[in-house]
């Protein structure tokens, strides 16, 4: 019964690769947002998702491209990793007239060596 | 533009003892402000939120906060901290951004809590 869940927990691959990310809420939300943590724990938005529509892109870079099949599902694709994109990444999950209240996804943590 | 600080980066209080964690923010309207908490190697759980009203709110684990307007601060309390408690504590606030939100966090405090 997991509310917002996200695959795969950890994930270290080398400089250079591609890979994805993916998250799935089971909570009926139609909002649905990525989130960075980098090592000293600051969190910041990347964008965000209403009804499969991009509403917010934070400056993030051109390597990074969400994808939202459905409502339920917002997936994170990353291009030609580089050292920098180590960190936690968060999705997270909301109802825009339920009272703005995020839920958050356990978390990915991706290492590029 | 919008901001959110939190003063103290750790904070150790003994088992027992009462516990307030600070939050300002910095917001050109009525904010929609939160607290989170972190344990390790977990994602966030939202602890409380307010968003009108009644200034003191109450949320989980018997934790509270209280916004003051005049000092843009929503500093969050516990009267008897558990050693459960432990753990990351992030305030943010809510900006709306076309049909959606963006949280907008302070940098956390790390709360150690001595036996």
């Known amino acids: 019964d997991t509310a917002v869940s996200q695959t795969p927990k950890y994930l270290v691959t080398q400089m250079g690769n591609d890979k994805s990310i993916k998250c799935e809420q089971n909570?009926?939300?139609?909002?649905m947002y990525w989130y960075k943590q980098d090592s000293k724990k600051f969190l910041k938005i990347m964008f965000s998702y209403n009804n499969k529509e991009l509403i917010i892109n934070e400056t993030v870079p051109n390597r990074f491209s969400p994808k939202s099949p459905d409502k339920a599902h917002l997936n994170l694709h990353i291009n030609s990793l580089e050292l920098g994109d180590s960190a936690v990444y968060f999705c997270?999950?909301?109802?825009?007239?339920?009272?703005?209240?995020?839920?958050f996804g356990p978390g990915t943590r991706l290492t590029v060596l | 533009a919008q901001s959110v600080t939190q003063p103290d980066i750790h904070i150790t209080v003994s088992e027992g003892a009462s516990l307030e964690l600070r939050c300002n923010y910095s917001y050109g309207a009525t904010p929609y402000l939160f607290w989170y908490v972190q344990s390790p190697g977990q994602g966030l759980q939202l602890l409380l939120k307010y968003f009108s009203g009644d200034t003191l709110v109450q949320g989980i684990k018997g934790f509270e906060a209280e916004f003051k307007r005049s000092q843009s601060s929503f500093n969050l309390r516990k009267p008897s901290v558990h050693w459960s408690d432990a753990a990351e504590y992030f305030c943010a606030v809510g900006a709306p951004m076309d049909s959606s939100y963006k949280l907008i966090f302070g940098s956390g405090t790390r709360l150690l809590v001595r036996p």
């Open positions: 909570l009926g939300h139609d909002t």
């Open positions: 997270a999950s909301s109802q825009r007239t339920g009272g703005y209240e995020q839920f």
